[in-house]
């Protein structure tokens, strides 16, 4: 997950994104990784897409099973991935290809012109699950 949310900080970096839009989709990415490793165990795909008007970014594994928003205890310390992004998220989704699915998700930028520092279309990198 390190890896994950040391890129998204690094493309982020190349914006002028306020420090809050940057901290949730940090924290959004983490979260999806987490749960690559967790339930998908295989390698993930991070992608980020930035505009005026908001941040796109998805996590791709290459397991075909659908995540599962669960109940969680109040006493748990795990389980609440999902639920966290779909408070943080402006919108979320789960999109399944080929080869496995895409979790994604958007945040809306309060003002339009935060990102007056251009990124390329799609910044994407490919991490490795830890060794188990």
């Not at 994950?4 to 190349?14: K, N, P, T, Y």
Request: net charge negative; with cysteine; proline share 6%.
């Amino acid at each position: 997950m390190g890896e994950a949310r040391s890129f998204l900080r690094d493309v982020l970096a190349e914006t002028d994104a306020p420090p809050d839009l940057v901290d949730s989709a940090v924290l959004l990415v983490s979260e999806l990784a987490t749960n690559v490793t967790l339930h998908a165990r295989t390698h993930l795909q991070v992608s980020v897409r930035v505009s005026d008007s908001e941040l796109w970014a998805e996590v791709k594994d290459w397991n075909s099973r659908m995540p599962q928003p669960c109940d969680t205890p109040a006493d748990a310390t795990t389980g609440r991935g999902l639920q966290l992004v779909d408070a943080i998220a402006s919108s979320w989704g789960v999109t399944r290809d080929s080869d496995g699915k895409m979790v994604w998700f958007r945040l809306e930028l309060d003002h339009a012109g935060y990102l007056e520092r251009r990124l390329a279309p799609r910044r994407t990198r490919s991490l490795a699950p830890p060794l188990s």
